[in-house]
């Protein structure tokens, strides 16, 4: 087995409460060779800003420095006003407007590219239509899996072409659960055979046409597990990485989300995920609760805590898909 260096800040990605970082939180970046950051609206409001100290951040970073961002479209969109608009998903896939998707989010992700973000927290590939108080509302391109199929292709080739990486959610499958997992576990009732017929094939088929990364949420499936999916052994493990032959990194939901707290401390959750498979573990902006996490997870890593060849795996996938970060 090859030897893996007890570097724990490469198996995160991180956010901060403040508009641009201060030196406490680039230093903290740059001393514990962190893997990424995650923005948020504040972060993107001044967009020549947000520009210029994202080319200053990277410079000092390791290649392969993870810039993510959510701007699915609709209601999900971190960039507002001046930014090329993107209608919601549901918009796009219920009117078959595939031509315009393609013209749209074109444009999004030149500029993307431009400003320096090389991650996109999407496609949303579950399976859902229409019900104002879920938590997927417009967020979904259709409930149906061909249309989910097209959409999801194209979104991935077109961030291809200007040099961004796609990351296909919610894992499992949020379509057919009840809950926001920003605020409480999400719940799905289906059993397992049930998943592998609805939920699972558009991301089966996301991962055939080359989506990065996946992320995996905060679902409870009591059918078939007693715990979080994203901190299930059988569900990122099992199901995602040996069933679906899935050979990038697992990116966690965020780790702060209210969700995760229905089931154990975030401490403990990021534990429990990273020992399930999950390789990348995100944290909201609350950043000073991240540090404490952070040094939780570096005293488990020094104990010998993790066995070897999860960490050979989580390094592996890891590094093979900052490789293509790399201009």
């Given amino acids: 087995m090859a030897v893996v260096m007890k570097s724990p800040g490469r198996f995160f990605l991180i956010s901060f409460p ?7 939180i680039q230093y903290f970046i740059l001393d514990n060779n962190i893997g990424g950051i995650v923005l948020f609206a504040n ?3 001044d967009i020549d800003s947000l520009s210029s100290w994202l080319t200053d951040l990277k410079k000092s970073t390791d290649p392969g420095f993870i810039v993510a961002v959510d ?5 999900v969109c971190r960039f507002g006003p001046g930014f090329p608009k993107l209608e919601a998903p549901r918009f796009y896939g219920h009117h ?8 749209d989010l074109s444009r999004v992700c030149e500029k993307l590219a431009r400003i320096g973000i090389n991650l996109n927290l999407v496609p949303t590939v579950d399976l859902f ?6 938590v997927l509302d417009s967020r979904t391109f259709s409930d149906n899996r ?8 194209l979104t991935i080739e077109i961030h291809h072409q200007f040099g961004l990486t796609t990351c296909a959610k919610h894992f499992p499958g949020l379509g057919r659960s009840h809950g926001d997992p920003h605020e409480v576990m999400a719940i799905s009732e289906l059993t397992e055979a049930e998943f592998n017929e609805v939920e699972l094939p558009p991301f089966e088929d996301a991962i055939k046409n080359g989506v990065d990364a996946v992320m995996a949420t905060h679902l409870a499936i009591p059918k078939v597990i007693d715990k979080p999916a994203l901190a299930s052994d059988k569900i990122v493990s099992g199901w995602l990485k040996t069933d679906l032959s899935f050979p990038g990194p697992v990116i966690t939901d965020d780790l702060l989300m209210l969700g995760g707290t229905d ?6 959750l990021a534990i429990e995920s990273f020992s399930a498979g999950s390789d990348l573990l995100l944290f909201g902006q609350d950043f000073k609760q991240f540090q404490k996490i952070y040094t939780q997870f570096s005293e488990r890593l020094d104990d010998d805590y993790f066995p070897g060849d999860r ?3 989580a390094t592996a996938r890891i590094g093979a898909y900052r490789q293509k970060l790399i201009p």
């Fill in 263 to 268: 089931y154990t401390s975030p401490d403990q």
């Fill in 71 to 75: 701007q699915e479209g609709g209601r």
């Fill in 18 to 24: 403040e508009k641009t970082p201060g030196d406490k």
């Fill in 311 to 313: 960490l050979a795996d």
């Fill in 129 to 134: 239509d229409t019900e104002t108080d879920h």
């Fill in 146 to 153: 061909e249309v989910v199929n097209k959409f999801a292709r």
């Fill in 96 to 103: 078959r407007e595939i031509d315009r998707y393609h013209s």
């Fill in 43 to 45: 972060h993107c409001s």
